[in-house]
C-alpha cells in the first residue's frame, strides 16, 4: 500500500471533517472577534476608585453648589448637587451637567500665550512662562504711571470675588474705565437706589409669593439662579399660581398658569399699565402706599401716561385682559413681579426696572415676605481702603459712548478683559472689535480661545470649572445672603491659575503704589481675609441637607453659627455653603425721605434722574424704516445655551433640537402666519436682515411664535472655539441694535427691526 | 493486464484509514488539546481560603461584599479592609505569612485576579440584582462556601477573558424570563 496525494487528502478531509464536529472552529471565530475589539488602540479609560468632591459650578451666576464624581480623585466623569448646598439642593442644571466638557474640551487655552504675529492669527501665539507673561503685562501697566484714560477695562459677571478683585485692580491703577457685561442687574440697581435707597439689583422671596408676575423673564430657562428658582417654584406643592408676560409661547409660558402674549418689548409698559388699574380701582395696598413718598406724582403720571386704550394699542393686549391680570395680582397676596427679560442678562432701561419695582410697591410687596428686596450681601470683610476712589458712587459711564469714543479717536493703550467675550456679544460686539484696532496691548483673562482671547496680544489662561479657587456671593435673586467657596474639585490640568490669582500677580507686577492695595501673598490669603467678616458678624451658619430644604420648603429657620473661628469657618465652606436665612426681609428704606420712593428723582445725588417723578420708556424707538424691516427681531436665551462669556459644550448643542438647529444651519422661529405672507416654507432658507447687519438662517414655522416677530436663540454663531461649535449657527450680537438710555447712560438691548427675505 | 489496472483497482485502504485518522485525531485535537491549550493557569497573588474566613473567623459574607452608599457594590475587598484583622498573622498558614508580609506591611493592594469580571463595554449593577430581585449569589457566582483554596483562573491566550466569564446569552436568558428588559442600553451604556 503506498502514501499518495489522494491518501493525503483523505487526511485532510476527515481531520476537516472532524474539527468541525468539535468546538474548536466556533470558538475561534468568537475569540477573533472579541480580540479585533480589544487592540491597543481603543481608547478606554483608566479604571480606578469612585470618589467625589464638593464644590461650587462657575458656568453661570447661579451659584449652585455641585459634587464631582472623579475617579482616582483625578478624572471627572459626571455632576450632580450638592444636597446640602441650599441654592441648588442636590439638582444642577443642564449647563452644569455638561461642566467637565468645558473643563476637558478642545478649546482650553493650556498655558500663558502672547502674539508676536498679526492679531487674531491663531498660529503666531506663542507660549510663554508665567513669570515672563505677568512680567511683561505688569510693566506695561506700571507704565501707565497711574493714567487712567490709557487703561480700559471689561470685567466679567457680577458675584464672584475674583471679579471685585478686578475691579479694585482698575481702580487701583486709577481708571474709571471699567465696564462689566451689562445686564438688567445694572438697571436693577439704579431703580433700587432710586426708590428704596439701597443699590443693588432685585432679589425675591419666591418660597412665599404666592401669585408671580413674570414679566419676560425666562423663570424655567435659567432666570435668576436657575435651579434654585426651579427648586423653589417646583416645591411648593403647586400653590403659587405663575403668569407670564411674554411675546411667545416660551417654555416658561407653557408651564405658566396664564400667558399674556404682548408685543415684543413692552412687557414694562404693561406692568405699569397694570399699576394704572390697580390705583384707579383703588386696589392698592394703603398701608405701604400710605408710608410711601412720591405716590400723588406718581399716580398722576399714570393717569396721565398709561391710560388703558393706550397700553392696550401698546402691547396688543386687550384691555380687560390687563384688568383682569391687574386685579388678580393686587388680589393675591403676597403677588410679586419679577423682572430680568431672558436669564435677566438682558440689559435695560432704568425705566422697566423702576416699573417691576414699583407695581410691586403698589402690592406693598417691598420688603416683605413673598415680595422683591434689594439683594442682600453677606457679611464679608472689606478688602482695605484704596487711595483711589472706587467709582460706585458716581454715575455709570456708558460702554456704548466709550466705544464708540476710541473707534472714532484713539483707544487706551492697554485694555484688559477678565472672563467676558465681548468680541462676541453681548454688547455691540462690531463695535467692539472696531475698537479694539486702537488699542495698542490688549490682555484677556480667561479659560478658552474665544473670540476675544483670539484678538489678544496676551491671554492669560484662568482655572476653569472644578480647578478654580474663588468665592461666590449671593446669587441672583435669592432674598437672604449667601457665600460659598468655590473650591478645586480635581487638579488643575494645564499650566493654569485662578483668575483671582492671575489678578493679584498682576497688581503686584504694576508698581509698589498698586502693590500697596494688594498686601495677600496669594488669592486664598485674600479669599480669608474676605470670609473673616463672617466669622466676625456672628449671623448665620453654614448649611446642612436638612436646614437647606427646610428653608426652601418656607419654613422659618433660624440659623446660628456652626463655626468658631475662620480655620472652622473654611473648613465647612468645602462642604456648603454659609447662609443667613432668617436675615429680615424688611428694608431699610434710605432715600432722602427714609422712605420707599415712587420717583427718580433719589439718583440726582449720583448725576443721574434729571427729569423729576419717573422716567418714561426710551425716546429712541428702534432705528430703521418699518416698511424696509416690517418684522421685530426678538434675540432669545435658551436654558442650554451658557453666557457670552462661554461658549457651550458639546452635550448642549446636541441638546438642540432639529428645529433649532441642523448641521450649522440655525432656525429662526416665525409664525406660519408671517411665514405664508413671505412666501416662506418650514425650514427654508432666509436672509434676516436689520439696519445692523444681516444674518443667513432657516425658519421654524410655529405657533408659538408672535406674527410678525422673528425669534433667534443667542448662543451660536462662534467664529473661535472648536470644530464642535464653531461656524454653528449665527450670532444675533451682530445685528441686534444696542440703545442708550438717557437717564442713565446705560445700554440697552431687546431687538431690532428686521426683514426676512427667502434665499 | 498493468500495474496501472491493478492501481486503479486499488481501494486506496490507506486513505481511508488515514481519513479516520484525521477524523479521529481532529475531534481529540478539538475537543480534549485545544480547551488546554487555548486556556492559560493563573493563580492568585496569595491564596485565600474562604472556609478560614466563614467557619474558622466566623464571619458572614456581609462582612466583607457590601454595598456602599452610593449603590456601588464592594466584590473584593481593598486591602484596608483586611488588614483591620490582618495587621499581624492571625494564624500558621504559608499564605497568610506572605500575605501580611508582602502586602500589608508594604501597603501594596493585593492584585487580586477576578473570576467574574465583565469586559468595559458591559455595565452591570449588583443592586437591582441583589437587592431589588433578590437573587442569591450563587444565582451567578460559583459556591465558595467550601473553598478552601482559590481556584486558578483560565484566561483565554486571545480574547484575554476568563474561562468562567458569563456571557451575554446568560444574563439574557434570565432577563427574558423575569420580564426585565433586554435592550442594548441595559447593560451597554
Known amino acids: 500500500m503506498k502514501l499518495t496525494r489522494r491518501s493525503f487528502i483523505k487526511f485532510a478531509v476527515g481531520a476537516v471533517g472532524g474539527i468541525h464536529l468539535t468546538p474548536l472552529p466556533w470558538y475561534l471565530m468568537d475569540d477573533a472577534a472579541i480580540w479585533s475589539q480589544n487592540w491597543w488602540f481603543r481608547q478606554v479609560p483608566k479604571k480606578g476608585a469612585l470618589t467625589s468632591a464638593t464644590t461650587v459650578c462657575t458656568l453661570c451666576p447661579g451659584g449652585c453648589g455641585i459634587e464631582a464624581g472623579l475617579i482616582s480623585e483625578k478624572r471627572a466623569i459626571g455632576i450632580s448637587g450638592n444636597t446640602s448646598h441650599p441654592v441648588s439642593m442636590g439638582a444642577v442644571c443642564p449647563i452644569g451637567a455638561s461642566g467637565p466638557q468645558f473643563t476637558y474640551g478642545l478649546s482650553r487655552v493650556k498655558t500663558p500665550l502672547k502674539q508676536t504675529g498679526k492679531r487674531g492669527d491663531r498660529s503666531s501665539f506663542k507660549k510663554i512662562g508665567w513669570d515672563k507673561a505677568i512680567e511683561e503685562v505688569g510693566a506695561k501697566l506700571a507704565s501707565l504711571g497711574g493714567n487712567g484714560e490709557r487703561l480700559a477695562a471689561v470685567g466679567g459677571a457680577r458675584g464672584s470675588l475674583s471679579s471685585e478683585l478686578f475691579s479694585r485692580l482698575i481702580w487701583a491703577l486709577g481708571s474709571d474705565n471699567l465696564f462689566r457685561v451689562p445686564s438688567s442687574a445694572d438697571s436693577e440697581e439704579l431703580a433700587s437706589l432710586a426708590m428704596t435707597g439701597v443699590r443693588a439689583p432685585f432679589s425675591y422671596d419666591l418660597v412665599n409669593s404666592r401669585y408671580v408676575l413674570s414679566l419676560g423673564c425666562g423663570v424655567f430657562e435659567g432666570w435668576g439662579s436657575p435651579v434654585w428658582v426651579h427648586q423653589t417654584l417646583f416645591g411648593n406643592n403647586g400653590e403659587t399660581r405663575l403668569v407670564q408676560v411674554d411675546s411667545r409661547m416660551s417654555p416658561t409660558a407653557a408651564a405658566a398658569d396664564r400667558w399674556v402674549a404682548v408685543e415684543p418689548g413692552t412687557e414694562a409698559v404693561f406692568a405699569l399699565g397694570m399699576a394704572n388699574v390697580i390705583v384707579q380701582q383703588g386696589l392698592y395696598d394703603r398701608g405701604f402706599v400710605g408710608s410711601a413718598s412720591g405716590f400723588g406724582e406718581f399716580r398722576r403720571y399714570l393717569a396721565e401716561e398709561y391710560p388703558l386704550d393706550f397700553v392696550s394699542d401698546l402691547c396688543g393686549v386687550e384691555p380687560r385682559e390687563i384688568v383682569s391680570v391687574a386685579r388678580e395680582f393686587a388680589g393675591v397676596r403676597p403677588a410679586v413681579a419679577l423682572w430680568g427679560r431672558g436669564k435677566g442678562s438682558m440689559p435695560d432701561t432704568l425705566f422697566s426696572a423702576m416699573a417691576a419695582l414699583a407695581l410691586n410697591g403698589l402690592v406693598g410687596s417691598v420688603g416683605a415676605r413673598g415680595g422683591v428686596l434689594p439683594t442682600p450681601q453677606p457679611p464679608l470683610a472689606d478688602w482695605p481702603d484704596l487711595a483711589e476712589v472706587a467709582p460706585s458712587a458716581q454715575s455709570p459711564k456708558s460702554y456704548l459712548d466709550f466705544l464708540s469714543s476710541i473707534e472714532a479717536a484713539s483707544g487706551p493703550e492697554v485694555l484688559l478683559i477678565n472672563q467676558a467675550n465681548p468680541a462676541y456679544g453681548p454688547v455691540a460686539p462690531a463695535l467692539f472689535k472696531k475698537a479694539l484696532a486702537k488699542v495698542s496691548t490688549v490682555v484677556c483673562i480667561g479659560s478658552y480661545m474665544d473670540e476675544t482671547a483670539l484678538s489678544a496680544d496676551y491671554v492669560l489662561p484662568a482655572d476653569a470649572f472644578l480647578e478654580t479657587l474663588d468665592g461666590a456671593v449671593t446669587p441672583r435673586g435669592m432674598p437672604y445672603p449667601v457665600f460659598s467657596l468655590v473650591s478645586p474639585a480635581l487638579e488643575r490640568l494645564y499650566d493654569t491659575k485662578p483668575a483671582g490669582e492671575i489678578i493679584l500677580r498682576l497688581a503686584k507686577a504694576a508698581g509698589d503704589s498698586v502693590a500697596g492695595g494688594f498686601p495677600w501673598e496669594n488669592w486664598e490669603e485674600a479669599l480669608k481675609a474676605r470670609a473673616q467678616g463672617i466669622v466676625e458678624s456672628k449671623r448665620g451658619a453654614v448649611s446642612d441637607e436638612e436646614t437647606a430644604f427646610a428653608v426652601a420648603e418656607g419654613k422659618g429657620v433660624k440659623v446660628a453659627p456652626n463655626f468658631g473661628d475662620l480655620d472652622e469657618l473654611w473648613g465647612k465652606l468645602g462642604e456648603s455653603a454659609w447662609f443667613d436665612p432668617g436675615q429680615k426681609l424688611a428694608v431699610d428704606f434710605q432715600t432722602n425721605s427714609g422712605r420707599f420712593t415712587f420717583s427718580a428723582a433719589g439718583l440726582k445725588g449720583i448725576g443721574l434722574g434729571k427729569k423729576n417723578g419717573f422716567p418714561r420708556p426710551l425716546d429712541a424707538p428702534l432705528s430703521g424704516d418699518p416698511k424696509k424691516f416690517p418684522l421685530i427681531l426678538v434675540p432669545v436665551e435658551l436654558l442650554i445655551m451658557p453666557g457670552e462669556s462661554l461658549g457651550a459644550a458639546p452635550y448642549l448643542v446636541k441638546m438642540l433640537r432639529d428645529d433649532q438647529l441642523t448641521h450649522n444651519d440655525v432656525y429662526a422661529d416665525v409664525s406660519p402666519r408671517t411665514a405664508k405672507k413671505l412666501r416662506l416654507k418650514q425650514g427654508a432658507m432666509a436672509r434676516l436682515a436689520t439696519p445692523q447687519g444681516a444674518l443667513i438662517v432657516r425658519v421654524n414655522l410655529t405657533e408659538a411664535a408672535r406674527p410678525g416677530v422673528v425669534y433667534l436663540p443667542v448662543g451660536l454663531g462662534h467664529t473661535a472655539y472648536d470644530k464642535f461649535l464653531k461656524n454653528k449657527g449665527a450670532n444675533p450680537y451682530e445685528v441686534l441694535e444696542f440703545l442708550k438710555d438717557k437717564e442713565t447712560n446705560e445700554v440697552s438691548w431687546w431687538g431690532a427691526r428686521a426683514s426676512l427675505s427667502k434665499v | ?189
Open chain 2, 1 to 189: 493486464m498493468t500495474s496501472h489496472e491493478e492501481k486503479r483497482s486499488d481501494k486506496d485502504t490507506i486513505g481511508w484509514i488515514l481519513l479516520v485518522i484525521g477524523f479521529v485525531g481532529a475531534l481529540f485535537v478539538g475537543w480534549v488539546i485545544f480547551p488546554q491549550v487555548i486556556f492559560s493557569k493563573k493563580t492568585q497573588p496569595v491564596n485565600f481560603s474562604h472556609v478560614a474566613h466563614a467557619q474558622k473567623a466566623e464571619m458572614s459574607c456581609e462582612d466583607c461584599h457590601t454595598f456602599n452608599d452610593d449603590g456601588s457594590y464592594n466584590g473584593i475587598p481593598s486591602l484596608g479592609s483586611c488588614a483591620e484583622c490582618h495587621g499581624e498573622a492571625q494564624g500558621e498558614t504559608a499564605a497568610e505569612k506572605k500575605f501580611v508580609e508582602e502586602f500589608v506591611a508594604k501597603e501594596k493592594q493585593v492584585p487580586w485576579l477576578i473570576y467574574a469580571e465583565q469586559p468595559d463595554s458591559v455595565y452591570f449593577s449588583h443592586a437591582p440584582h441583589v437587592k431589588s430581585a433578590e437573587m442569591k449569589c450563587t444565582g451567578c457566582h460559583r459556591d465558595v462556601t467550601k473553598e478552601s483554596l482559590a481556584p486558578p483562573l483560565y484566561v483565554n491566550r486571545i480574547t484575554g477573558y476568563a474561562k468562567t466569564i458569563m456571557k451575554m446569552d446568560v444574563c439574557e436568558d434570565c432577563h427574558a424570563d423575569k420580564g426585565t428588559p433586554n435592550d442594548c442600553f441595559t447593560c451597554h451604556k
